[in-house]
């Protein structure tokens, strides 16, 4: 049953008590409460409608102090389905050497491991509509780029697989109408969470409608399943019993914002020959038709640098332009300086062709504990303070950027492939990451770290809040590093298992 919180007479939740309260129906909250709630009685509670509106969207305004990053109420939606509504489908589990500690990165490491998750990747990749042809097609060629950097020991050629993407809202709306133990309201927005008088469990959430009205729900379990900004949002602004805010003892909830640094590092122009070579090859898949590498464990540690993925895209099928010696024009002209001084040499304006292709990075960003979602002043009309995001980079993630893309350009220069032209903010000197525009991928996660003690974690291996019994986090804010695939793959693959912990101490697991 679905219901307009919104719409409703009296108070349906007076004298109730759920098994389970789930608080935010995006990936996370969806995934939980179906599967939570063939046994078990679940209540999920929407803060937004079926479909966008500017009212509940506005509820995500915030302001960023950091890094440039995107506008806080875009990078996100805020209504039934979560941010699946525009996702893009990216897929790839984390590595295993995500989850080990690195002796060169500070905080690294999770108190889980790889194989924790393992069981729940084919679970995940249905839920998330990957099917085995989604694989195929990639490139996987003998002797054209692919084959010539993966031979390098220090990268290894990968795979994406790519989700339909599944819109979770409409994928599942029927289902959860149909399911008898499974009620879910929309227009319900979480606006306080309450304890018991000892402050060791929580007793009831607090709901708000669009029309002002209050409810208190009362369940034996509650997860925060409201995406990885407004996770810490809440845990901080429910802060009537403990003045810090629930989860909070140590001063970590919201700290560890860690994001997936993307951004085109450099462009390239062919040889000939590699040319002639990846023209036989060629498929106009935009998707399929790229390389994917990421770096072996040895080159990040011999470099001390994190994780990372790189893309080579083509511009168009090789061999239909100009000759290496021509196009190799082109990497002067991405240089404006280069370019002047080239003009003043020959006296008159460049004829610029165009590169073959670009490279793209994305990147796994080192724990820092100063990068972090924080309250402002400034409260939404439900009196809840708005998010100040504070997005810090250190000189890690910029090194680890600026060696792959160099080790590229050898190998690019020294198997005969090309030229790779690095762009002029990654080969400067210090820290500075470009600011005028957001070099981010809208993957919000470690604002509620997972750790093994609460001096280095907000929730513990089982996603439990440290110092309060009956409260969850779900969904990437857990994660406790982020390496540099997309989260909804693990944040799907974490959830399925904190269903059977939850199915676990209920008592029924299957
Ligand atoms: C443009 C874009 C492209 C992306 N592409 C990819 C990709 O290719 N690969 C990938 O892995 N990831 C991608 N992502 C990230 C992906 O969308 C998220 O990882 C995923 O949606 C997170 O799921 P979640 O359930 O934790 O949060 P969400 O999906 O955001 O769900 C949170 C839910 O909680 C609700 N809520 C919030 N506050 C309250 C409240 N106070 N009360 C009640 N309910 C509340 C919200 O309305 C929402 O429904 C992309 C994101 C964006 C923005």
Not at 174 to 179: G, S
Not at 341 to 362: F, N, T
Not at 456 to 471: A, H, K, S
Not at 476 to 505: C, K
């Amino acid at each position: 049953m679905i219901t307009d919180l919104d719409t409703v007479d009296g108070d349906p939740f007076k004298n109730k008590k759920f098994d389970v309260c789930i608080c935010g129906a995006g990936v996370t909250g969806i995934t939980l409460a179906l599967k939570l709630s063939r046994k078990l009685n679940v209540i999920l509670l929407e803060g937004g409608g079926f479909e966008y509106t500017d009212h509940s969207q506005d509820l995500y305004f915030g302001k960023s102090i950091g890094q440039d990053y995107f506008d806080l109420a875009a990078t996100r939606l805020r209504y039934f389905g979560g941010t699946s509504n525009h996702w893009a489908g990216w897929c790839h589990p984390l590595d295993s050497h995500d989850f080990t500690s690195k002796p060169y990165v500070k905080h690294s490491g999770w108190p889980i491991e790889r194989s924790n998750l393992d069981p729940y990747l084919k679970e995940a990749e249905y839920i998330l509509d990957i099917t085995e042809d989604s694989e195929e097609g990639q490139r996987d060629s003998q002797e054209d780029i692919g084959n010539t950097i993966g031979a390098s020991t220090d990268f290894r050629q990968f795979k994406y697989k790519w989700s339909a993407p599944t819109r979770f809202g409409e994928k599942y709306k029927a289902e959860i109408e149909r399911l008898p133990h499974l009620a879910c309201y929309l227009n319900a927005n979480i606006v306080d969470m309450s304890l018991f008088e000892n402050l060791s469990a929580m007793e009831h959430v607090e709901v708000r409608n669009f029309t002002g009205k209050t409810f208190k729900i009362h369940a034996q379990t509650f997860v925060l399943a409201a995406g990885g900004i407004e996770n810490p949002r809440i845990l901080l602004n429910c802060n009537s019993q403990i003045q810090t805010g629930l989860g909070n003892d140590h001063d970590l909830v919201g700290r560890f914002f860690t994001e997936h640094p993307n951004k085109t590092v450099a462009s390239f122009v062919l040889e000939d020959k590699a040319k002639e070579v990846i023209a036989k090859n060629w498929t106009s898949d935009r998707r399929n038709g790229n390389w994917y590498f990421s770096p072996s464990r040895n080159f990040m540690d011999q470099n001390k640098i994190l994780n990372f993925g790189i893309l080579v895209e083509l511009h168009r099928k090789p061999n239909s332009g100009a000759t290496f010696n021509e196009t190799l024009k082109s990497l002067v002209c991405r240089s404006q300086w280069a370019q002047s001084a080239a003009e003043k040499l020959q006296g008159d304006a460049m004829d610029c062709p165009s590169e073959d292709g670009w490279i793209r990075i994305v990147s796994e960003q080192a724990p820092n504990p100063w990068s972090r979602v924080n309250l402002g002043q400034e409260v939404d009309r439900f009196g809840m303070r708005r998010v100040v995001l504070d997005w810090k980079l250190s000189e890690i993630d910029k090194r680890t950027i600026q060696r792959a893309t160099i080790r590229l350009g050898e190998i690019f220069a020294g198997q005969g492939l090309g030229r790779l032209h690095i762009d002029d903010w990654l080969v400067s000197e210090g820290l500075d990451f470009p600011d005028n525009d957001a070099i981010a991928s809208n993957h919000h996660m470690c604002t509620t770290r997972m750790g093994e003690t609460p001096r280095d974690g907000v929730v513990d291996p089982n996603q439990r809040v440290f110092g309060i019994d009956n409260l969850y986090v779900g969904g990437s804010s857990v994660f406790a590093t982020s390496g540099f695939e997309g989260p909804t793959i693990t944040i799907v693959q974490m959830t399925l298992r904190l269903a059977d912990h939850l199915n676990t101490i209920h008592g029924t697991h299957i």
